[in-house]
């Protein structure tokens, strides 16, 4: 069965570069997801990326996949108080349409 | 519009118990999901809705779980006799559809903002 995996933790300063990681295990992955979850609350898309593609960048956000090694990163560029969350990586698998989520990792950005 | 909603937010309850949280997707979307989320943990798909059809279910979902979307709009998830074990965070998704292949079209998944149960 599918699998993803993060680091449970991270913690940067404002102004630096924060890199969070997901290793998958599906290679029929198609689709991979970044969300970001505040306390109490859904979960909010940031980004997601195709299984064909290498890397994709979002403003703040770029997302880089290692389809050979089945590893993904998103990199918040300068990043704020307010991206304090947990982000979560999530596939979807060819010929589904439901997701799998990673546990989450929780980003503290400290002033 | 203004996105997934769900109602309640928060909804406390003793157990055996029934309850029924109710989801709102976007309005041009068909496609609509049910995940739990437990603490620590990410979501868990548990059941999905294409119109008023439910196409797939999880196992987690056990008999005492029932998910319906009558019209093919708004759904609604039951539980009955709750235990503690159901305390979570139940999560409403909704998506586009277009019909197309799966695997050749994103169909991203939109959340609402949960309903958090609590069962004493």
């Known amino acids: 069965g599918e699998d993803v995996e993060q680091s449970l933790f991270l913690s940067v300063r404002e102004g630096d570069s924060s890199v969070i990681n997901c290793t998958y295990t599906?290679?029929?992955?198609?689709?991979l997801y970044w969300y970001k979850q505040e306390p109490g609350a859904g979960l909010q898309l940031l980004t997601y990326i195709f299984s064909n593609m290498d890397m994709k960048q979002d403003q703040r956000l770029t997302v880089l996949l290692n389809k050979k090694d089945k590893h993904l990163s998103l990199r918040i560029a300068d990043t704020q108080t307010g991206d304090s969350a947990i982000y979560f990586c999530a596939e979807k698998e060819s010929g589904y349409s439901t997701l799998t989520f990673g546990k989450g990792t929780m980003l503290l950005v400290s002033p | 519009d203004t996105g997934v909603s769900q109602n309640p937010r928060h909804k406390i309850t003793k157990r055996g118990q029934n309850v029924t949280f109710r989801c709102d997707p976007i309005?041009?979307?068909?496609?609509l999901y049910w995940y739990r989320q437990t603490l620590g943990q990410g979501p868990e798909f548990l059941t999905y809705?294409?119109?008023?059809?439910?196409?797939?279910k999880s196992r987690l979902l056990s008999d005492r779980f029932s998910a319906e979307r009558p019209k093919g709009s708004f759904s609604t998830l039951e539980i009955q006799r709750t235990e503690q074990g159901d305390s979570a965070m139940y999560l409403c998704?909704?998506?586009?559809?277009?019909?197309?292949?799966?695997?050749?079209?994103?169909?991203?998944?939109?959340f609402g903002p949960g309903t958090r149960l609590t069962v004493l």
């Open positions: 309005s041009e979307h068909n496609r």
């Open positions: 809705f294409q119109n008023e059809a439910q196409l797939e």
């Open positions: 599906d290679s029929s992955s198609t689709y």
């Open positions: 998704a909704s998506s586009l559809g277009l019909g197309l292949a799966q695997s050749t079209f994103t169909d991203t998944q939109y």
